[in-house]
């Protein structure tokens, strides 16, 4: 019971630790302000839906400096999305936001490796573990989204910030509780 | 002797208090009032892309003898359409930072269907815009007035305002421009009196006062269409007025808006202007946030390193407005603010002010006209056969029979040319810099540097933690 409760609070918290890591980076850098077509709304989504789900199932195999490789992955990612983006001056077609939202999405794979790891599970579990991360992931995704819309585009730094003290105040805790629940 | 010797005294002390009051602070001109008034959403082609060729034109005779400017008169592009007769409003192309740089497409001009979509390829004629093709032909246009930043409207509007903006795109505030870096604070700091009207002044704001931080205490410079239209009257406006069409009673012209509903607006509010006794010391500066993704024909250059966006339009009101005329003079909204700032021989508000053509050229300061007088008196008929209100509703009209209106000079007998172009900028002037470095204002912990360093030290905590527990 209590390896089941480790497991969904820390499949919630390593989402929560993803956004905001996304969101951040996405934001210090500038690229977070190329949303606002509507048109190319589906394309973002979809490249947010789709770098989830791979990103985190990529974090849920089982090989030798699977978190070193995957800091790596993820670095690279970044990367790639700021080459494709800055090269053209920030204006990217549809394709192009589709791979740039899939890249930006990276930071789930060493968050799950990292929390994954903390927790003994089979496969099949570990699968389910970054199955439930990458969905609450595009949840809490699409939910500050429609936030941000509503609030007309003026909540999105405080929306990270908002990300980044829970994120921080649950790692705190979590620090603290391990013994607990090692 | 003593009350004679009290009376210099204190008149010496009177003319040592800094006047902040309309028409005590010097001009370069006799112009006292400049009066903005700001539309959205419409590109120079979409309003005057065949003007003033005017097929239903009972007046073919003057319209022959009108200066064209550079449109689409002539040219042949593929896929751009009029809209039917009897269709008062354009659908929405899409707008945004992307659309517009897509539909910019590095100059070329080729992409707007896959920019800003099919709907960007139209534009009006006299049927909708006869009324304002009227009052634009009486007076001057620009044809080389651009909007300000290749995007949408919040960094548009801010550069109309502060000449300077923090945001790309139509996002925030967060960041705000110090309320002392925009044009009103200049104007403050030297005395020189403003206003800023809007539909519904009640809340104490206007649409872009959330990002001009410290605006709370400036809310007295708020007032109602209303109260312009009495000011105007009784001759209290103050030096420089901003007015924003921009209402929930749709006179923006911003599509879908029926665009018919903004010229009458602006046709009774330049009718009152005319009437006043401000008429003679006035100049009106007509000009829309940003393009809104409409197709135009002409590649925007930059400025002072600053991409400038699609062209506008940009019409001149005033009695030292030339007639008729049209200036190819490169323009762009911080152009009214150099205007302001040469005026009231005031600093450039910031280099980019500083580095922009003045529209200098459109005024006539120094030859008479036929009848021995500089300053124009008022045309007396752009209302004529139009149900005019300051608050006009549900019109569907075919303006084209207002179009052209009488000139007021024969074309022939001006002391003028009716076009030109100017270079002159405060820079070439001389004009020193109000503010040598814009700034924003983001409080540290919404700052990028700030959110990553949390990051970074979340991801210590989290490094700590499986460091010292391990699996």
Redesign the interface.
């Known amino acids: 019971m209590e390896n089941k409760l480790r497991f969904f609070y820390l499949s919630g918290y390593s989402s929560i ?1 993803s956004v ?2 996304s969101l ?2 996405a ?2 850098l ?1 690229l977070i ?2 949303i ?5 709304e589906p394309f973002l989504f979809l490249g947010i839906i789709i770098g989830a789900l791979i990103y985190s199932l990529m974090g849920s195999l089982k090989v030798k400096n699977i978190l070193f490789i995957s800091l790596l992955i993820s670095i690279i990612s970044y990367l790639i999305a700021l080459y494709l983006i800055f090269s053209n ?5 549809n394709n192009m936001l589709f791979i740039a939202s899939f890249l930006i999405t990276s930071p789930i794979m060493p968050s799950n490796v ?1 929390f994954n ?2 927790l003994s599970l089979k496969y099949s579990s570990r699968i389910l573990f970054s199955l439930i991360i990458s969905a609450l992931f595009i949840l809490i995704i699409l939910i500050f989204a429609i936030i941000y819309t509503i609030s007309n ?2 909540v ?3 929306g ?2 908002f990300f ?2 829970l ?2 105040i649950i ?2 805790i ?2 603290w509780k ?2 607990d629940v ?1 | 002797m003593k009350i004679l010797s009290f009376m210099v005294l204190f008149l010496l002390l009177l003319s040592l208090i800094p006047v902040n009051s309309s028409g005590l602070v010097d001009t370069k001109t006799p112009i006292k009032h400049v009066i903005n008034i700001y539309f959205e959403n419409n590109a120079f082609d979409t309003i005057f892309g065949i003007y003033p060729q005017d097929p239903y034109s009972h007046n073919k005779n003057i319209i022959n003898n009108m200066t064209v400017p550079d449109n689409l008169l002539g040219k042949n592009i593929q896929g751009l359409k009029q809209i039917p007769d009897g269709i008062y409003y354009a659908k929405n192309p899409v707008e945004g930072y992307t659309a517009f740089n897509l539909d910019w497409n590095h100059g070329r001009l080729d992409n707007f269907v896959n920019g800003s979509g099919q709907q960007s390829m139209v534009y009006f004629t006299s049927n909708q815009f006869g009324l304002e093709w009227s009052i634009a032909s009486e007076y001057s246009i620009g044809d080389r007035y651009f909007s300000n930043y290749m995007s949408e409207s919040a960094p548009n509007t801010l550069l109309y305002l502060a000449g300077y903006t923090p945001v790309i795109n139509d996002y925030g505030p967060p960041p705000w421009i110090p309320f002392k870096e925009s044009i009103f604070g200049e104007l403050n700091q030297y005395g020189v009196s403003w206003g800023i009207y809007v539909g519904d002044p009640s809340n104490g704001t206007f649409d872009y006062s959330s990002f001009l931080y410290g605006w709370d205490n400036y809310k007295g410079n708020l007032h109602s269409w209303d109260s312009l239209i009495s000011q105007i009257r009784n001759g209290t406006l103050p030096s420089v007025s901003y007015i924003f069409s921009q209402d929930y009673r749709d006179f923006d012209q911003h599509p879908p808006n029926n665009v018919e509903r903004g010229e009458i607006w602006l046709a009774y509010i330049v009718n009152e202007i005319e009437k006043s006794p401000i008429w003679n010391s006035s100049i009106i500066f007509i000009t829309y946030d940003e393009f809104g993704g409409f197709y135009d024909h002409v590649p925007p250059p930059s400025l002072d390193g600053v991409q400038l966006g699609m062209r506008v339009p940009f019409i001149v009101i005033s009695p030292y407005a030339k007639e008729n005329y049209v200036s190819h003079t490169v323009l762009t909204h911080t152009s009214i603010l150099a205007f302001i700032d040469y005026n009231w021989n005031l600093p450039a508000l910031n280099s980019l002010v500083a580095h922009s053509c003045i529209p200098l050229d459109i005024l006539n300061l120094n030859s008479t006209y036929p009848d021995g007088i500089i300053a124009r008196p008022p045309i007396n008929n752009i209302l004529s056969g139009v149900n005019a209100s300051l608050y006009p509703t549900d019109i569907e009209q075919n303006f084209s029979y207002i179009f052209p209106l009488e000139p007021q000079y024969s074309y022939s007998k001006l002391p003028y040319q009716r076009e030109g172009y100017s270079n002159i900028t405060l820079a070439t002037l001389g004009f020193p810099i109000y503010i040598e470095k814009n700034t924003s204002i983001i409080p540290f912990y919404l700052q990028q540097w700030f959110l990553i360093l949390l990051l970074i030290l979340n991801l210590l905590i989290l490094a700590y933690w499986g460091v010292k527990h391990g699996k």
Do not use: C, H, W
Not at chain 1, 36 to 40: V, Y
């Open positions: 630790f905001f890591a951040a980076l934001y210090s500038n302000y190329l606002g077509d509507e048109r190319q001056d920030m204006v990217i077609d990292f790891s903390r585009q003026t999105l730094p405080y990270i910030l980044a003290i994120s921080i790692s705190i979590l620090f391990s013994g090692k």
